[in-house]
């Protein structure tokens, strides 16, 4: 197993930014990929971003590109999630995930197969 450890979340004004890190450890060799979702209160889990292990290719959903950005420091096995221009919107948990299955995306939930334990993002207007 590869535990990921989620940190970073809290509460901003609309306009402002976060980072969300999720550390990887253990066999981290055997990843494809790692992603951000989040999910509303009373709404499904929702793909945020998404980065190939090698880093190579990154993957966006329409409502944050151009105000997050998702990145990974290969030394420290960590994947990161900086959020700009927050907006009301976006609250929500946000979870980390990891895939070590090879797919041709990694959009739906189901492409993952490890999870960190969430972290709440709360955005004030």
């Known amino acids: 197993q590869v535990p990921l450890v989620e940190s970073g979340g809290g509460l901003v004004q609309a306009g402002g930014s976060l980072r969300l890190s999720c550390a990887a450890s253990?066999?981290?060799?055997?990843?494809?990929?790692m992603g951000w979702f989040r999910q509303a209160p009373g709404k499904e889990r929702e793909f945020v971003a998404a980065?190939?292990?090698?880093?190579?290719?990154?993957y966006l959903v329409d409502s944050v590109r151009g105000r997050f950005t998702i990145s990974r420091d290969n030394a420290k096995n960590t994947v990161y999630l900086q959020m700009n221009n927050l907006k009301p919107e976006d609250t929500a948990v946000y979870y980390c995930?990891?895939?070590?299955?090879?797919?041709?995306?990694?959009?739906?939930?189901?492409?993952?197969?490890?999870w960190g334990q969430g972290t709440q993002v709360t955005v004030s207007s």
């Open positions: 995930a990891a895939s070590s299955v090879g797919y041709a995306d990694y959009f739906p939930p189901n492409r993952y197969n490890l």
């Open positions: 980065l190939s292990w090698s880093g190579t290719l990154t």
């Open positions: 253990g066999r981290t060799y055997i990843l494809y990929a």
